[in-house]
């Protein structure tokens, strides 16, 4: 009598299409947008999704995404860059300083970019050279900076009218792009109030009118970072040394040189981002006008997955946020309550699906808690309305914790093998 042996075949995971990811962004980028137009149409506030709010949301999310984008370039590689905060203000200050000095906005972008790879430079050399911890690294470099910058607005700026210790003197602009009859054309549309329709006029309105050249550009580094990092062998490299430098090692990867690289680079696009805030949205060096964004880019990085189309749509919530309680105070964002209310109550229910049911429970609970905020106000406080970026990123970071999947090598520290 003979035994079979049956020998199970290995699980293959599904294939994704090519261009998966591109429709999974834009998909979920429509429904966002169709929820938004369907808050505007019930609570009868068109500033949630006016030309201006589209603008203004641009303006905020840039130096979030550009941050964003500086930790992910680093992180692929494996390091931990906190620093970015220290990195930004060092594209604050020499981004004002050599543009007003030259009176040429664009030196002053470069000067500002290559602080930023200054900085990060030193957070490769204290990293990946001397093992230094990723986080006692960054942090020190934070207040560095900080306080370097200070003694830098003193020796240069004592004798200089309208600048001091915290200020710059005023820097030139970078033109201003608009594509023509646009607004002429869609103006209209947007004006009519009809669902959906007005809010995509409004849309395209927004995204290409009163157009900063260094808001261009630091959209077009989304894209780029992506082609970089995976559409290359370079970018290939690049993130095998996040995720397993030693086996990167014996295929004759340059390890360290990809990590001094990823980190050199994600200090110039902190530093970017600092020039932005610097030039494009105060035309001032301030002290302190980072104001955390360097932090909430590492969150927008974190929600986005470490991918730079999810880094974009954080930073995009972000500042999004952000613009509504800047133009519309409590009464805008007070309208989020509805939608997130009822989000979540959806969210509590593919839970249930998924057997989940004490997220469910959870879920469901705040989501009640929710909707009865907003039936029973009118508006939120101005000082909470002033948090609700703050607030979105906690509560998103909650939600998405657990999808998220970090690269394997993240802040580790790596030593070279010895043949």
Avoid: C
């Avoid at 004006?191 to 809010?199: E, Q, W």
């Avoid at 995720?243 to 040189?257: I, Q, R, T």
């Avoid at 007070?334 to 997220?359: F, M, N, S, Y």
């Amino acid at each position: 009598m003979t035994q079979e042996i049956y020998v199970a075949e290995p699980v293959k995971a599904p294939l994704r299409p090519r261009g998966w990811a591109l429709w999974r962004l834009l998909s979920l980028s429509g429904a966002v947008l169709v929820s938004l137009a369907g808050l505007r149409v019930i609570t009868g506030h068109d500033m949630l999704t006016d030309s201006g709010t589209i603008n203004t949301t641009i303006t905020f999310a840039v130096p979030i995404g550009l941050a964003g984008l500086g930790g992910l370039w680093s992180e692929r590689a494996g390091v931990i860059n906190i620093g970015l905060e220290g990195m930004m203000i060092l594209g604050t200050w020499f981004g004002a300083y050599f543009a007003w000095s030259t009176d040429n906005p664009w030196i002053g972008l470069l000067a500002g970019v290559l602080a930023g790879m200054a900085g990060g430079l030193l957070h490769a050399v204290a990293t990946v050279t001397f093992a230094v911890d990723h986080i006692v690294s960054g942090v020190a470099i934070n207040i560095l900076m900080l306080g370097a910058m200070r003694y830098l607005s003193i020796l240069v700026y004592s004798d200089v009218p309208g600048a001091g210790a915290a200020q710059s003197p005023m820097a030139p602009s970078f033109p201003v792009w608009d594509l023509p009859f646009v607004a002429d054309v869609l103006g209209p549309v947007a004006d009519s109030g009809v669902f959906l329709v007005a809010d995509l006029a409004s849309l395209v309105v927004g995204v290409t009118t009163h157009m900063p050249a260094l808001t261009v550009v630091a959209i077009l580094m989304v894209p780029l970072t992506y082609l970089l990092l995976w559409r290359t062998t370079f970018g290939l490299r690049l993130r095998s040394v996040g995720e397993n430098p030693d086996a990167a090692e014996s295929l004759g990867v340059p390890v360290y040189s990809l990590k001094y690289v990823a980190v050199t680079v994600s200090g110039g696009l902190a530093g970017m981002g600092g020039v932005f805030l610097a030039i494009v949205a105060s035309q001032i060096y301030q002290e302190g006008q980072t104001g955390g964004r360097g932090f909430i880019g590492l969150a927008a990085m974190i929600f986005g997955n470490w991918r730079p189309g999810g880094v974009a749509m954080g930073a995009g919530l972000f500042g999004y946020t952000d613009a509504l309680q800047v133009r519309g105070g409590g009464a805008a964002v007070h309208a989020l309550l509805l939608l997130l209310g009822v989000t979540l109550l959806a969210v509590a229910l593919w839970q249930v699906r998924r057997d989940r049911k004490g997220l469910a429970v959870f879920g469901a609970l705040v989501a009640v808690l929710l909707l009865a905020w907003y039936f029973s106000t009118d508006s939120l406080p101005r000082e909470l309305a002033t948090y609700s970026p703050h607030i979105t990123t906690l509560l998103v970071l909650s939600l998405a914790s657990q999808r998220l999947r970090p690269p394997a090598g993240i802040g580790k520290q790596w030593r070279a093998s010895r043949s």
